[in-house]
């Protein structure tokens, strides 16, 4: 039982590459979310989904693009990459019948 | 508006001593309340959960809500060098089982325990 997993662990791109962050989880959970840390801001929903074939916004979402592609499956995508989303993005998943989040190990983005 | 404060710290404790980990929120009608332990360098992990006004203990972790307050406080006694980590509140608005995507996380305290 893997929980989370998310690929790639490190990334580096120049201004304007696209790039998409994978996320898997095991645990049959319905909620998937994708958050950003960053020093001082503290950790930062920038979308979610309930269920399969489901996303919402968070509180950050420009710049990004979300997939649900299955029930264990949620993808982020940066369609033109910027030096301010440069962070570490974590995935997590929680079980609708309680609202504990579990996250993935995390990627980590540098935006040159 | 900030919605879930925390002392960022640095909070430093000896080995052994209780360390006590404080948190605020905003939001009267929050109902559920979380604990999350977080190394450097690594995501975070949830080590408890409270719902209910009182205490909650697991172990050396106590969790202790007072909702009338909007305050809630993780205690770990006996404190070891292994706990020295940042340690993040999070405040669901809407309650158990309630609207996904609102869990709201505190900026976190840094604990040190000094051997």
């Known amino acids: 039982n893997a929980g989370v997993t998310q690929t790639p662990k490190f990334q580096v791109l120049k201004t304007g590459q696209s790039m998409t962050l994978q996320c898997a989880q095991d645990?049959?959970?319905?909620?998937m979310y994708w958050y950003r840390q960053d020093p001082g801001m503290g950790l930062r929903l920038i979308y979610y989904?309930?269920?399969?074939?489901?996303?919402d916004k968070g509180e950050v979402p420009n710049g990004y693009n979300v997939s649900r592609l299955n029930k264990r499956e949620f993808s982020l995508r940066l369609e033109s990459a910027a030096p301010s989303q440069t962070s570490v993005y974590f995935c997590?998943?929680?079980?609708?019948?309680?609202?504990?989040?579990?996250f993935g190990p995390g990627t980590r983005l540098t935006v040159l | 508006q900030k919605e879930v404060e925390q002392n960022s710290g640095p909070l430093s404790v000896p080995e052994g001593a209780i360390a006590s980990l404080n948190c605020t929120y905003s939001?009267?009608?929050?109902?559920?309340f979380f604990w999350y332990r977080q190394y450097s360098g690594k995501s975070p992990e949830l080590i408890m959960s409270?719902?209910?006004?009182g205490d909650k203990e697991d172990g050396r972790f106590t969790a202790q809500l007072n909702k009338a307050s909007q305050y809630v406080s993780l205690l770990i006694r006996d404190s070891q060098p292994s706990d020295s980590a940042t340690y993040l509140c999070?405040?669901?608005?809407?309650?158990?089982?309630?609207?996904?995507?609102?869990?709201?996380f505190g900026k976190g305290t840094k604990l040190s325990v000094k051997p």
């Open positions: 997590a998943s929680s079980d609708d019948r309680a609202d504990e989040q579990f």
């Open positions: 645990m049959n959970h319905n909620s």
């Open positions: 989904s309930a269920s399969e074939g489901t996303t």
């Open positions: 939001d009267r009608v929050s109902q559920s």
């Open positions: 409270i719902y209910s006004n």
């Open positions: 999070a405040v669901n608005r809407y309650g158990y089982g309630g609207s996904q995507g609102n869990l709201i």
